[in-house]
């Protein structure tokens, strides 16, 4: 059974492997081999891509030159307030991010998609969590090819309201604050996501051109963490509080 489908199969089991089942996959190509082998063998609607790693410094951490992404799938996308269940073996990474859905595809062709572009394919932008959780051993500071294979780490995302997306809209200095059963714990700005979100939106719908991957309509991109990680235990509820978008909360049991 290849590192993909292995991967797979702990997902859908929700169980973290006690072991590494293989080499790590020789590059990041290889690693991008066994995420879609995940989805393959998955077989659930894949309904957007969390970007990671969209800061300067978890990138420098990671050795990597850009961020990295991973799919989505329909059964772990829900609305907040969003209830999670989660094991105590698990990492529990809540991350309070700028999300965005697309209205209209990008579909692979040979020249890159400029920012108009990209702009113009958005709808709404929304504030968001993403649940991280790793279904091999170790931690988010694992050789980026392990963290890459197992779907950028993406095991749940919530999403509140938002609002419709103008491209003059000043994302960058969108802030957010974070409490952790009413207790505030965490802030932070747009900027953090590659000094940009909309920016994050233009890389993925590159990488995945490159790719032969379609940025599609309807799609829901995570763009990043914002400030810094929280680890709630299970039980509790972190609800995110930003400037201009909303809110969104998340339960975890």
Not at 78 to 92: I, K, T, Y
Request: overall charge negative; charged content about 20%; glycine content about 8%.
């Amino acid at each position: 059974m290849r590192l993909g489908e292995t991967l797979a199969k702990a997902r859908l089991a929700s169980v973290r492997l006690a072991e590494y089942p293989c080499e790590v996959p020789v590059d990041l190509d290889a690693a991008y081999a066994e995420q879609e082998a995940m989805a393959d063998a998955m077989a659930l609607p894949r309904v957007g891509w969390k970007v990671g790693v969209t800061s300067a410094a978890a990138r420098e951490m990671l050795g990597l030159e850009e961020p990295f992404c991973g799919p989505m799938y329909a059964p772990y996308v829900m609305p907040s307030p969003a209830e999670f269940s989660v094991d105590a073996n698990d990492l529990r990474i809540v991350e309070a991010e700028i999300g965005f859905r697309m209205k209209s595809d990008l579909a692979p062709r040979a020249a890159d998609f400029m920012a108009n572009e990209v702009a113009a394919a958005i709808a709404t932008v929304h504030p968001v969590f993403e649940l991280a959780n790793k279904r091999l051993p170790g931690t988010a500071k694992d050789d980026a090819r392990w963290l890459i294979a197992d779907g950028a780490m993406n095991q749940a995302f919530t999403y509140g309201d938002g609002v419709a997306f103008d491209a003059a809209m000043d994302l960058a200095s969108e802030t957010v604050r974070v409490s952790v059963d009413g207790t505030f714990v965490t802030e932070g700005i747009g900027a953090n996501a590659l000094g940009n979100p909309v920016d994050v939106v233009i890389w993925l719908a590159n990488h995945l051109r490159v790719r032969g991957i379609p940025l599609r309509a309807g799609d829901w991109v995570s763009t990043g963490l914002i400030c810094d990680v929280v680890f709630p235990d299970p039980g509790a509820t972190v609800q995110a509080e930003f400037g201009s978008l909303g809110a969104v909360t998340l339960h975890l049991t």
